[in-house]
């Protein structure tokens, strides 16, 4: 029983007459610090049974001295307390109910929250793992697709060259293409003028070169008399040509870089001993940036019919 409760029961009681043992009417007890206040005469400690507890026998007891005619308005008042404090006790439990599903609840969205978290993060270790895959793929793919696409590519161009074109020469790279080597070529190939075009694909590049004035297929080979376009309808124009007479074709260095980002135009052979051809397989017309310049190139030379 709380103070509040027990300062009423004894209110109750010196309202409606109970005595002590001295026959003196009890009075009120003054403030909430009524357990310990002496003036009660023991009223209190009586109550209470010794202990710091409420006694339901106590309070029977000392209610048998009050008035009978006024009784039954005690009991109303004392019914009317024990809803009171089962309306406290019910709010409590209530409260202590909400608490519990609060914490429930609580405890549900955590654990979901837990369960979504270690899905999204099994997602995300799967996400990675098939992003490692797909880039190894395409690390360990991209060259021989690459590659597979130039090839169909150039047996495509090859096919649709059959008519207009005269295939003149198809090179590994590892053979030495010196006078010697096209001498055995071109004694058999017409003469050329400025409305013929030989057309050297080394790669992805594609070099288009005119001859100047009338000469032998030969001298073409072998001198440089021509003018050069990156595409076969460009404009042509006089590249800055090599110094060194034994490389046939091609250019000086870095000329063609501002064109296409090229060291050298495409050379189709030299005396100097070096394989194939030189330089590039790639540009940035053709491919989409130079590699590094190399003799050692495979390619294959067309004549316009």
């Not at 029961?9 to 003196?24: K, R, T």
């Not at 654990?111 to 270790?125: I, M, R, T, Y």
């Not at 696409?149 to 495509?156: D, G, N, T």
């Not at 010196?178 to 058999?188: A, D, G, L, R, Y």
């Amino acid at each position: 029983m709380n103070s509040q409760t027990l300062l009423l029961i004894v209110g109750l009681i010196n309202i409606f007459g109970l005595n002590n043992s001295s026959d003196q009417v009890l009075t009120p007890v003054p403030n909430n610090n009524f357990l310990n206040d002496k003036s009660s005469n023991g009223l209190v400690k009586e109550l209470l049974g010794g202990h710091n507890e409420f006694s339901g026998s106590s309070l029977v007891r000392m209610l048998a001295e009050v008035d009978p005619n006024k009784l039954e308005e005690v009991i109303d008042l004392l019914v009317a307390l024990v809803q009171e404090t089962e309306d406290d006790r019910n709010k409590l439990i209530t409260e202590a109910e909400n608490a519990d599903s609060t914490l429930k609840t609580a405890i549900t969205r955590h654990e979901e929250a837990v369960s979504a978290e270690e899905e999204a993060e099994g997602q995300k270790n799967q996400a990675q793992g098939a992003n490692v895959t797909a880039h190894k793929n395409l690390e360990d793919l991209k060259p021989d697709l690459d590659n597979e696409i130039l090839v169909l590519e150039q047996v495509i161009e090859d096919l649709q060259m059959i008519d207009g074109w005269e295939l003149i020469a198809t090179v590994d790279g590892t053979e030495t293409l010196n006078t010697e080597f096209w001498n055995k070529i071109c004694v058999s190939i017409r003469a050329i003028n400025d409305a013929d075009t030989v057309y050297v694909r080394m790669g992805q590049v594609k070099d288009y070169y005119k001859p100047i004035n009338d000469i032998s297929f030969c001298d073409f080979l072998m001198t440089k008399q021509f003018t050069w376009s990156s595409t076969l309808d460009g404009s042509y124009q006089v590249p800055e040509y090599n110094a060194n007479s034994d490389y046939f074709g091609g250019s000086e260095n870095d000329w063609p870089k501002s064109i296409d980002g090229r060291s050298y135009i495409s050379f189709w052979g030299t005396n100097a001993g070096h394989p194939g051809g030189c330089c590039h397989a790639s540009s940035t017309i053709y491919g989409g940036s130079p590699d590094d310049s190399s003799w050692g190139q495979p390619f294959t030379m067309y004549l316009s019919n």
